[in-house]
């Protein structure tokens, strides 16, 4: 049995838990991150794209943030396309000359891991059956795992849960101190990584009778592309050539152009779905990220609020450990959910206008969704409301 001492006691290693170990080293406080996968996986997990202007700075400002700034794609605006016929919207123009950055999460994450290890934090990978202890009403929480065939204990002085949607933080709160919001869609999404130069240098979003599509990419060499699937659709029913010829039809055909084909090294399928839970806090845990909240990714949200939830809990929790003013981390959950449901209302808003469910072509909703994309696409008014969630709405703290 071996014992730690940790000021944060932080659950999982994706961008929330490091994010958060880092804001709270520069505060002078310590902690450890205890993460369930092989470092190996962590970082070859292919995820999101798109940083918000915040975020991408916050990184940045952090320190983690070197090759970002050097090899990430600041995109000026996004493209659409309806039924083959593309649009654009410029996010500088609407949002104050406000970028996005395209960096791929397991670029950002592989950075993080390396800064947080080279500046002497523990993060233990393979820790198996991490369970949260006296967090509820104890002023001394601990967390216990095995690792080489041994317990271990972390004693803290906080917790924070930043295991994402599946992890054992928030399944650890009593169901009867929470509440949880669900909502999941009829479809999801099929996406590639592929060894192509990007035909486009700014992402597209497309609206087609066949369903949506996204054209993304990575680098110069590398394109991410995603394709709207019925949930219940198997990779195998998918072969290379299918979903080239798909996402040409989906992303352009109409307008005589093409998407660049290359090698596909990733194929996967994820499902849609809104979750939030309320409060995010108990006692002295905390959640942050997908541990608290998952949107559709058509909003390129998900990675973007977890790192606004960590900036508010370092501050919080520094002021609580080195000030002892507890009236930051009292509102947590309120700061971190006034954000959250705004990200939700727009992943939501864009994955409806974007998507057609199976079998929905011609209905009352498609063409209220074709209205409104169209309303988006004519009016200053409405591009700077979508500009400016996009880009990412200002921090409160
Ligand atoms: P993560 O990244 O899921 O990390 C949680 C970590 O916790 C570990 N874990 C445990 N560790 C110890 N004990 C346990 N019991 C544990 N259970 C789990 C896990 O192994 C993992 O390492 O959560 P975090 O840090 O909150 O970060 C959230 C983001 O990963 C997620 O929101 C984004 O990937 C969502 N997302 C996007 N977000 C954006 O901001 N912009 C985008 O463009 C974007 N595109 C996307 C996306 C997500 C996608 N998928 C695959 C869901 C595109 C896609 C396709
Ligand atoms: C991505 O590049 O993976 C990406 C971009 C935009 C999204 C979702 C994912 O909305």
């Not at 995820?47 to 320190?63: C, K, N, P, W, Y």
């Not at 493209?79 to 397991?106: M, N, P, W």
């Not at 290890?117 to 202890?133: K, P, Q, R, S, T």
């Not at 101190?177 to 192509?196: D, T, V, Y």
């Amino acid at each position: 049995m071996a014992n730690q001492n940790v000021d944060v006691c932080i659950i999982g290693c994706g961008p929330s838990g490091l994010m958060l170990s880092r804001l709270l080293a520069i505060k002078g406080l310590s902690s450890i991150i205890l993460e369930r996968s092989k470092r190996a996986h962590v970082e070859g997990r292919i995820r999101a794209g798109v940083l918000e202007h915040g975020a991408a700075q916050t990184i940045i400002d952090s320190g983690m943030g070197e090759r970002l700034k050097a090899e990430r794609m600041l995109h000026d605006g996004v493209c659409f396309a309806i039924d083959g016929k593309q649009a654009r919207v410029s996010l500088t123009a609407y949002a104050e000359g406000q970028q996005i950055s395209v960096y791929g999460q397991h670029e950002a994450v592989r950075d993080m891991i390396a800064f947080t290890l080279e500046n002497g934090v523990e993060i233990v990978f393979e820790a198996e059956d991490v369970a949260l202890h006296d967090f509820e009403t104890g002023a001394s929480p601990s967390v216990t795992y095995q690792k080489d065939g041994r317990e271990h204990t972390v004693s803290c002085k906080y917790i924070a849960g930043c295991d994402g949607f599946h992890g054992v933080s928030r399944k650890s709160m009593p169901q009867e101190k929470i509440k949880e919001f669900h909502r999941s869609f009829p479809f999801g999404w099929l996406g590639i990584l592929a060894k192509a130069e990007p035909a486009t240098d700014e992402l597209i979003y497309a609206r087609h009778k066949n369903g949506f599509a996204l054209y993304s990419m990575r680098s110069s060499t590398l394109s991410r592309l995603y394709l709207q699937v019925p949930l219940d659709t198997d990779v195998a029913d998918w072969p290379d050539e299918k979903v080239w010829n798909e996402l040409d039809l989906r992303l352009g055909a109409d307008a005589g152009w093409s998407v660049n084909r290359g090698e596909i090294i990733d194929k996967s399928i994820t499902p849609l779905r809104s979750f939030v839970v309320e409060p995010m806090q108990l006692g002295r845990l905390f959640l942050a990220g997908d541990a608290a909240h998952i949107v559709p990714p058509t909003g390129a949200k998900g990675m973007n609020l977890a790192i606004a939830d960590v900036r508010v809990l370092a501050v919080g929790l520094a002021k609580m450990i080195n000030d002892n003013d507890v009236s930051l981390l009292n509102e947590y959950s309120q700061i971190c959910l006034r954000r959250v449901w705004k990200a939700q209302r727009f992943s939501w808003w864009m994955t409806g206008i974007l998507h057609t469910p199976e079998g929905a072509q011609d209905t009352y909703q498609s063409r209220i969704d074709q209205a409104d994309l169209e309303h988006l696409l004519s009016s200053d008014c409405y591009a700077k409301i979508f500009a400016e969630n996009y880009v990412g709405l200002p921090f409160e703290v």
